[in-house]
T-cell receptor, first 108, second 113 residues
Framework: SQELEQSPQSLIVQEGKNLTINCTSSKTLYGLYWYKQKYGEGLIFLMMLQKGGEEKSHEKITAKLDEKKQQSSLHITASQPSHAGIYLCGSYGQNFVFGPGTRLSVLP | DAGVIQSPRHEVTEMGQEVTLRCKPISGHNSLFWYRQTMMRGLELLIYFNNNVPIDDSGMPEDRFSAKMPNASFSTLKIQPSEPRDSAVYFC???????????FGQGTRLTVV
C-alpha cells in the first residue's frame, strides 16, 4: 500500500520567515493533494498536483511535484500567524491516504 | 452547498454504549470516506464508499465498527460496544470520484469514558 512521509514533523518559525515542508511517497504519485488543518477543525483543501514538475501557487504558498512524482514540497513565503496549523499531504493509491502531518507554529 | 455535514459535533458516552456518527456528503459526490484522527496515529482511513458501495473497509479496526451508506446523501459509522480507546475525532469526506480532491466535514469528537 502507498505510504506518505512528511518532514519535518513540527516547525516553529518567526513571523516573516520562509519555510518548506516535504512529502515523500514510497510509490509514484498519481496525484498529490495538500491540506491544512487548524486545531479542532476539518481539513481545508489547498492544492492538487498531478503532473511531474508541476508547480502551483496560491497567495504565499507554493507547492511543487518532482519529475519522478514521488516527492512534493510546500513552501510558504513570509510566514504569518494565520499560516499556523497542521499541513497534510494526501494521495490516491488504492485509497485516499494521508501523511502524518507537519505541525507549523508561527511566532509573532 | 453547505459542504460535508457531520453530526453530532461532540459525543461523550460510557464504555459499552453504542455510538452512531452521521454524515451527509456534498450533493453529486459519489465517493465517501470515513477517517479517524488521533495524536498517536494521525489520520487513518477507515472505509471508502464509491456509489454507495463499500470498496475498501480494511481500515476498520475490528468487528465493533460498522459503516453503511443506504443512499447517496447519507452515511453512518457505528461503534458497538464502544471502548475508551475509540476516543478520537472522526471525519467524513466526500469527492466527485477518484483523483479529485476530497472535502472534509468538521468532524465528530468522540470521548468514551
Amino acid at each position: 500500500s502507498q505510504e506518505l512521509e512528511q518532514s519535518p514533523q513540527s516547525l516553529i518559525v518567526q513571523e516573516g520567515k520562509n519555510l518548506t515542508i516535504n512529502c515523500t511517497s514510497s510509490k509514484t504519485l498519481y496525484g498529490l493533494y495538500w491540506y491544512k488543518q487548524k486545531y479542532g477543525e476539518g481539513l481545508i483543501f489547498l492544492m492538487m498536483l498531478q503532473k511531474g514538475g508541476e508547480e502551483k501557487s496560491h497567495e504565499k504558498i507554493t507547492a511543487k511535484l518532482d519529475e519522478k512524482k514521488q516527492q512534493s514540497s510546500l513552501h510558504i513565503t513570509a510566514s504569518q500567524p494565520s499560516h499556523a496549523g497542521i499541513y497534510l499531504c494526501g494521495s490516491y493509491g488504492q485509497n485516499f491516504v494521508f501523511g502524518p502531518g507537519t505541525r507549523l507554529s508561527v511566532l509573532p | 452547498d453547505a459542504g460535508v455535514i457531520q453530526s453530532p459535533r461532540h459525543e461523550v458516552t460510557e464504555m459499552g454504549q453504542e455510538v452512531t456518527l452521521r454524515c451527509k456528503p456534498i450533493s453529486g459526490h459519489n465517493s465517501l470516506f470515513w477517517y479517524r484522527q488521533t495524536m498517536m496515529r494521525g489520520l487513518e482511513l477507515l472505509i471508502y464508499f464509491n456509489n454507495n458501495v463499500p470498496i475498501d473497509d480494511s481500515g476498520m479496526p475490528e468487528d465493533r465498527f460498522s459503516a453503511k451508506m443506504p443512499n447517496a446523501s447519507f452515511s453512518t459509522l457505528k461503534i458497538q460496544p464502544s471502548e475508551p480507546r475509540d476516543s478520537a475525532v472522526y471525519f467524513c469526506a466526500s469527492s466527485l470520484g477518484e483523483h479529485t480532491e476530497a472535502f472534509f466535514g468538521q468532524g465528530t469528537r468522540l470521548t468514551v469514558v
